[in-house]
């Protein structure tokens, strides 16, 4: 079974500092990694997401992650945070023989500090 | 304008009414997902439909039944639902049931049981 991990449930974090909300995922099979972003009221929207090829993955409003296959890993990164990027994170997997069934983590409530 | 459009946004119901959640989306998409979020816990897959036939049907209550017209449109009828089922409903979709491509998510409709 697939299960995916998102050990932060909370992240504060001061404007213009960086941060990295993690994401730690099972599977057996080949991945397609995504990461999604929640504003307030609002349904689910796509950051970036890993398919294949290159590791590191850039998406919309500055956000990377990287994929590491030995960790089965998927974190995302941010060099410096703005106060607009206060939202609920969602890392989802999605393997290779599901279909396009998607596994969501809980996640992560990311608050940037003016 | 996300492509996928749920109506309404907001529902407040007692237990012994039935009401109709509404999806759209304007993408060209073959796939549509029904997902229930509640408060700290990982988004739950309730219905999958592929080119208008139901694919996957995860142990969801009979409360809930779903109803796919034509592959832009996609309803939840809800009928005698409990406090339990309060939480924000989203619906999704995708290019293909068995492609890669991500999911995209309409806003929600957050549902009241009282």
């Known amino acids: 079974a697939q299960s995916v991990t998102q050990l932060d449930s909370q992240v504060p974090v001061f404007e213009e500092a960086p941060v990295e909300l993690r994401c730690n995922y099972s599977?057996?099979?080949?991945?397609?990694l995504f990461w999604y972003v929640q504003y307030p009221n609002q349904g689910l929207q796509l950051l970036l997401k890993y398919l294949s090829g290159s590791t590191l993955v850039k998406g919309i409003n500055g956000f990377e992650a990287e994929f590491n296959k030995s960790q089965t890993s998927f974190h995302l990164r941010k060099p410096s945070v703005h106060i607009s990027d206060t939202a609920e994170y969602f890392c989802?997997?999605?393997?290779?023989?599901?279909?396009?069934?998607?596994?969501f983590g809980t996640g992560t409530s990311l608050t940037v500090i003016p | 304008e996300t492509g996928v459009t749920q109506t309404p946004r907001h529902l407040v119901m007692g237990m012994t009414n039935k009401k109709s959640l509404k999806c759209e989306q304007h993408?060209?998409?073959?796939?549509m997902y029904w997902y229930k979020q509640s408060a700290k816990k990982p988004l739950e897959l309730m219905f999958v439909?592929?080119?208008?036939?139901?694919?996957e049907n995860n142990s969801v209550p009979s409360r809930f039944s779903p109803e796919c017209p034509n592959s832009s449109h996609l309803f939840l009828h809800l009928h005698t639902l409990q406090p339990e089922d309060s939480a924000l409903y989203l619906c999704a979709s995708s290019q293909d049931f068995l492609s890669n491509q991500p999911q995209h998510f309409g806003d929600g409709t957050r549902l009241s049981i009282l």
């Open positions: 439909y592929s080119l208008e036939e139901r694919v």
């Open positions: 993408l060209g998409h073959n796939a």
């Open positions: 599977s057996s099979v080949s991945v397609y």
């Open positions: 989802a997997v999605r393997t290779s023989n599901t279909g396009n069934q998607f596994y």
